[in-house]
């Protein structure tokens, strides 16, 4: 896709990744974007670069624009590879360009490049630079989502460049918002929202909170956030800044999600009386089979979700892998206001929902205790024991929600 002009003088030079599915591990269906913006101003300044890939398709761009060996300034908001690794070639282009780059930037720079012939200044926030008609701000955001992020904020067109904040992993022919208003699509688009922030952004809540909350007190006018992947907050910036707010405060829909995995289909029969009391109680319920789905799909829909049941076969004592996976990600994004309980088959010994309540137990979450547990395969009266759970872990799920509703 060719530059796109985002403001007077500012483009989007990135690339469109239409095929990604793995990224780092995290399994994305969507695609991404690489976000990277050049401004032609009388010091022409390039923020960020692409994933290594797709070099070449930011340089097309940026030629389509100006010389490259042109580039006065690159300001380097985020060192993760996905925005820094075309920097050796940029770099090949201008090399007297100077880098603007955090403390904790360089370092990692450092351990990525040869930096000894690059011009790196460190920048802290607070610090501006004038490059002509336009000021840059910048802002350190620690943890948002390296230790050396930043967001570059220029005052004259009100343009907030994010980096990874705020975006999605969402390929799209569209650059901003607006293009999705009217369409089906933007139903994607925030679930897309919400699938990135589940899956990279839910241990930092509370950063971001405080984050937006010292942005809001510096009184800066946003009407455009630009972050690194995704589309473009133009036509409502306070629609995403908003969903950020209600992230981090843990908002989530009255719902629980079931998310099992099964050996010859015991635990999978439990899932449906499960269902059952669960939705006669009112309350919509979502079934995720781990060995069917990625397991970022499961922590999305556990993260939308108030409530989790955590169903798994015991298999040598303990719970099956793929739940012990799909715990051991959750646990890392250390999640917060959320209810669990569990349920399983065994053969002989169990054992696999007690793991599973003690892997809940330690990421302090909420439980309904103790579950429900057959042997060998659900009969009539076991699957009545399973609806039964269900009724009660909806009714104790409504009370719990109520709290994040009356915000006490
Ligand atoms: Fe898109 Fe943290 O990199």
């Known amino acids: 896709m060719k530059a796109v002009e985002i403001k007077p003088d500012i483009y989007w030079v990135g690339a469109i990744d239409w095929a990604v599915r793995d990224f780092h591990g995290y399994v994305t269906p969507n695609g991404t974007t690489y976000n990277n913006y050049l401004i032609l101003d009388e010091q ?48 090949n282009l201008t090399p007297k360009a100077t880098i603007y780059i955090t403390d904790k930037g360089k370092k990692g720079l450092d351990r990525f490049f040869n930096t000894s012939k690059w011009d790196v200044r460190i ?27 930043m967001m570059t904020y220029i005052k004259e067109d009100k343009l907030l460049i994010s980096q990874d904040a705020f975006g999605q992993h969402y390929a799209s022919a569209a650059r901003f918002d607006d293009e999705f208003i009217t369409c089906f699509s ?24 405080n984050k937006i909350a010292e942005v809001q007190k510096l009184g800066l006018e946003i009407d455009m956030i630009a972050p690194d992947h995704g589309i473009i907050w133009r036509k409502d910036p ?17 719902r629980v999600v079931i998310v099992y995995d099964t050996m010859w289909h015991s635990t999978e029969h439990m899932t449906i009386p499960l269902m059952q009391g669960i939705k006669d109680e009112g309350i919509d319920v979502k079934i995720v089979k781990l060995r069917a789905n990625p397991v970022s799909f499961a922590v999305k829909e556990f993260w ?20 012990a996976e799909f715990l051991a990600y959750l646990k890392g994004l250390r999640p917060k206001n959320r209810m669990v309980g569990s349920f399983g088959s065994y053969g002989w010994g169990g054992g696999a929902v007690k793991d599973v309540y ?18 060998y395969k659900p009969s009539p009266e ?27």
């Not at 076991?382 to 409504?398: I, L």
Request: net charge negative; proline share 4%; charged share 25%.
């Open 382 to 408: 076991d699957q009545k024991r399973c609806y039964e759970f269900g009724r009660e872990f909806a009714n104790k799920v409504k009370t719990y929600h109520k709290k994040f509703e009356e915000g006490t």
């Open 186 to 209: 933007i139903t994607e688009l925030e679930d897309a929202v919400k699938d990135y922030y589940a899956n990279i952004l839910m241990p930092f809540g509370t950063l971001i909170k």
């Open 358 to 375: 003690e892997e809940i137990k330690k990421m302090g979450l909420e439980t309904v205790e103790p579950g429900v547990q057959v042997v």
């Open 123 to 149: 920048v802290k926030t607070g610090d501006t630079l004038n490059i002509g008609k336009r000021t840059l701000l910048f802002l350190e955001t620690p943890m948002l989502h390296w230790p050396d992020s």
């Open 238 to 254: 306070s629609k995403i800044i908003n969903m950020y707010l209600d992230m981090a405060n843990g908002k989530a829909d009255l």
């Open 44 to 91: 022409i300044t390039l923020f960020d670069t692409v994933k290594h890939d797709f070099s070449e398709v930011m340089i097309d761009n940026i030629r389509s624009l100006t010389d490259p060996s042109k580039i006065k300034n690159i300001v380097i908001n985020h060192i993760e590879n996905d925005h820094v690794s075309s920097i050796g070639d940029i770099m």
């Open 304 to 323: 939308k979700a108030r409530a989790c049941l955590i169903g798994s076969p015991t298999l040598n004592n303990s719970m099956f892998p793929t739940v």
